[in-house]
């Protein structure tokens, strides 16, 4: 497997990977390092502390500990693009600085969640000052626009004005609006420029990719991760429509459920290991009879996770 | 000045302490102090680290240091009543470990805020991880319903499996709803069981006390703490609908505002401190002609800030 060197910007297919916890609710370092092997080996990058990581309920500590182990593993920090945001800046910053040292390919921010309806000048300022106090030229940062969950989108105008003030340290952005219009005027817009343009999902793989964006960070990636790569390889390929209405299928099983309590439960299913079926609160563990509906639907649907260890 | 003995329940009007921050916008100790102490002159309690103090805006270390600060400085923490919440459990319990240990008379908690859509299973086991984790039986938690802002409700149903579950530790509820159904449904069915319910804003103060409830917890409390503590002395007198009607006119010019950065203004105003008006990103200060038109309409109004030491 080669990796790009550190001057090429991190691309294709990542999966916010979902972070395992004992019985205590503690992170569980091994099982994430084994998770992730898995995920590389099936072509897709780490997006590790995303949404679908459980990643605002860990804390920065939690968090840092976690991407040391990663890499003391020998988990390549250069397909790494953890999410190192917080409410408070000096949290982000701390984390933000944390990734750049240990060598990470980017890191994808969240605005600032808390407050709502906050102008576009005070999530400007919010950004600039997790830059200003990194203080690294290594620094690249992917935007995270999630107005569903944060509740607090990042707009076309804030992007264009991100991009001008530090031109080299904004990377790109993932679009989790579920908007397509939204993705289609940031591949216009900004794609050009040099702001690599990630769908929020792998159902808008193959748009973005028509469209000059360069992939997708998604859930899904957690499970599929391998039939989602390829079609990020093959976009150009005769069958590539047909493998988005297969990755559709799949995608179609998973959301009848809570997302992320079923990812942990189909790898709990498929490593037959229970203890990945573990979630921090707010979140709760999918029930017995979701479980079995899970299951018998994605086996219904031949699924499999090929090579993921038992 | 009397305060309650620690085994009285704090009640009655508290101020969510804005946060003096300095040039570089670290957290200014010693303002806070010296704001805390007029609050306390002005006879209101001191819910720091609320929305309004942009808690969310700090980390679980700052907060540390703030309430160290305060407590250092003589400040009595059974008039203090810290918000202690954060997304990830492992931060709620430190603070709120924290403010125990310190003697506070409670903390102030909002649900954890990032995932949206979560169950009240999901969010009973927020509070139960605190509270097991705390594990401390002087621990005094009053839950913080503000939908508009944190997105995730603290229903009716909740409430009493709370309430059932930990009797002793469930002391009250904030209702930053705006509902005054809600907060009235609150009233009925668990003040008499002894959850004590505060109004979100002093808009709702006399309406919570006619209905048994014991107070608000309001933004305006920092910079018209007198006028709003004198009505919860005196609400029985007959001229409480008057003085609930000069609250609601001072509520009235700071609504046009942000609210945070205004009560900021006001009070860089009236203490000739400008350093007061600065706030942390993503909030952004009220500029020269916001500024200029709270001062006028505040003046026209006859409001002052008596005793505010410049």
Redesign the interface.
Known sequence: MTYPSSTERIHGVLSPVVTPFDRE?RPDGERLVKHCRWLLEQGVGLAVFG?NSEA???????KIALLDTLVAAGIPPTRMMPGTA??????TV?LTRHAVQLGCAGVLML??????G??D???F??Y??VIERVGDNRLRIYLYHIP?????PISLPLIERLLKAYPSTIAGIKDSSGDWANTSAMLEQFQPHGLDVFAGSEAFLLRTLRGGGVGCITAAANVNPGPIAQLARSWQQPDADAQQAALNDVRAIFQQFPMIPALKAAIAHYSDDPAWATV?????ELDDAQRTALAQALHAADFAMPGLAA
């Open positions: 609710l949404t605002n309920s860990m804390s920065v500590a939690e917080a409410c408070a800046f000096p949290d701390e605005p600032p969640f808390y407050y709502k906050v102008s000048e005070g999530l300022r919010s600039a000052e569903p969950v944060a509740q607090v921090r609160p707010p979140l709760v």
